[in-house]
């Protein structure tokens, strides 16, 4: 399928061209470990499971067109593919990253490769002038979310693609809360894209995934070597579970944003609620560089309590059409306590030097009628009024 077709038409049709050997129209769950050879070396593609797979290769076509490179790897985990792009990195080498960053990447960036040699410097990556001058002749990676989590706030992708090629490092954005629905790094001079695929392109909170995804030949030899060496494959039923929710994926980030827009409006105004975070609303500092590099502001919102924790805690545990639970960008509305949920791994000080306070409470909005998702809001409200 050819790539010049719009994004709905690829979600659908790239990768998953009729099954060769059938025809079956939808692409095959292949469950098997190895694949049957005519001579020793003659085979039709396929080896073995973990260095390639009908059913993943499908979903990897299909990712890397939506992103708009040539490459995509599949990962068991979002987390197994931030280490498979880490491992483009070696020891002694220095890396940036923009401090507003996914929990589970800190930890792994803080506790677990620096005893492979490799050294990481945080950043205000809001801030470009930040990045430059955490660069030292070591530095071959900078690693930035856009918006991230939880705050959405905004970083400028063409401004840190220009300072990581002019220090010859690459720039890795992890676009997991923006969707390539809404922004391809790539487009921007970003070097490789990450997601955790259980979010979003999964879109139905029923398979952990992640996805690398790169033009560049040399990068796809190298991860492909990599992910073959160290195994952090998913599974064909997986990669097929994934497949099939990013074939609905422009279809439901429309839904999300509608239904964000409509909770971000009743949020604000309420006396309950100091501070609304969101980047379509037009005060967001966000809100400009959005419009440039995103097609539409996306699903997750964040809000400050004004009663702080006890608010909080009263809110998440008083909705009930939001499940109170990790994780985020399934059809299903959910509500997230960062303070002790999704930003538990860092330190009291770092969350504050963010912004995430006791009285943060994290959005993930579903696609269920708006109008049940306010009146949900409205009584946790009411019970975060009674407890503040
Ligand atoms: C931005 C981001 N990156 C990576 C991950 C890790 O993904 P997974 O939970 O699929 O390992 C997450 C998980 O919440 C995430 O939000």
């Known amino acids: 399928m050819a790539r010049k077709h719009r994004f709905e038409t690829r979600a659908i049709?790239?990768?998953?061209?009729?099954?060769?050997?059938?025809?079956?129209?939808?692409?095959?769950?292949?469950?098997?470990?190895?694949?049957?050879?005519?001579?020793?070396?003659?085979?039709?593609?396929?080896?073995?499971?973990?260095?390639?797979?009908?059913?993943?290769?499908?979903?990897?076509?299909?990712?890397?067109?939506?992103?708009?490179?040539?490459?995509?790897?599949?990962?068991?985990?979002?987390?197994?593919?931030?280490?498979?792009?880490?491992?483009?990195?070696?020891?002694?080498?220095?890396?940036?990253?923009?401090?507003?960053?996914?929990?589970?990447?800190?930890?792994?960036?803080?506790?677990?490769?620096?005893?492979?040699?490799?050294?990481?410097?945080?950043?205000?990556?809001?801030?470009?002038?930040?990045?430059?001058?955490?660069?030292?002749?070591?530095?071959?990676?900078?690693?930035?979310?856009?918006?991230?989590?939880?705050?959405?706030?905004?970083?400028?992708?063409?401004?840190?693609?220009?300072?990581?090629?002019?220090?010859?490092?690459?720039?890795?954005?992890?676009?997991?809360?923006?969707?390539?629905?809404?922004?391809?790094?790539?487009?921007?001079g970003a070097h490789v894209v990450v997601h955790s695929t259980t979010k979003y392109l999964g879109g139905h909170s029923d398979v952990i995934g992640g996805a690398v995804v790169v033009d560049d030949e040399e990068l796809a030899r190298t991860l492909q070597f990599t992910r073959n060496a160290t195994g952090g494959i998913p599974g064909p039923w997986d990669a097929w579970l994934t497949l099939r929710g990013a074939k609905t994926l422009a279809l439901r980030m429309r839904e999300h944003e509608a239904n964000a827009r409509s909770v971000a409006e009743f949020l604000l105004g309420r006396p309950e609620v100091e501070r609304v975070h969101y980047p379509g609303l037009p005060d967001h500092p966000g809100h400009e560089l959005a419009k440039r590099q995103m097609r539409g502001f996306g699903g997750m919102l964040a809000l400050d309590l004004a009663g702080g924790e006890p608010a909080a805690l009263a809110f998440c545990a008083a909705t009930d059409v939001f499940s109170l639970g990790e994780s985020l960008g399934g059809v299903e509305s959910l509500v997230g306590y960062p303070w002790s949920m999704s930003h538990a791994a860092f330190p009291a000080e770092a969350k504050r030097r963010k912004g995430i306070t006791e009285g943060t409470v994290r959005l993930s909005v579903g696609i269920e009628h708006p109008e049940d998702l306010c009146a949900d809001l409205e009584r946790a409200l009411k019970a975060a009024a009674t407890a503040g």
């Open 13 to 188: 049709h790239v990768g998953q061209e009729p099954d060769a050997a059938t025809g079956a129209t939808i692409v095959p769950v292949y469950q098997t470990v190895t694949f049957t050879q005519d001579e020793v070396g003659k085979h039709k593609g396929y080896e073995y499971s973990r260095t390639g797979n009908p059913t993943r290769a499908a979903l990897e076509e299909c990712l890397a067109s939506l992103e708009g490179g040539r490459f995509g790897f599949a990962y068991g985990s979002g987390m197994a593919a931030v280490h498979g792009a880490m491992q483009l990195v070696s020891a002694g080498d220095h890396v940036v990253v923009a401090d507003d960053l996914y929990g589970g990447s800190f930890r792994l960036f803080s506790e677990v490769l620096p005893r492979y040699g490799v050294r990481f410097s945080y950043v205000d990556a809001t801030r470009p002038d930040e990045i430059d001058k955490a660069v030292t002749p070591e530095t071959r990676m900078l690693w930035i979310e856009t918006p991230t989590n939880p705050l959405l706030r905004l970083v400028d992708l063409a401004a840190c693609s220009e300072i990581a090629s002019r220090h010859g490092a690459r720039l890795v954005v992890d676009n997991t809360f923006a969707t390539p629905y809404l922004q391809n790094p790539l487009e921007f």
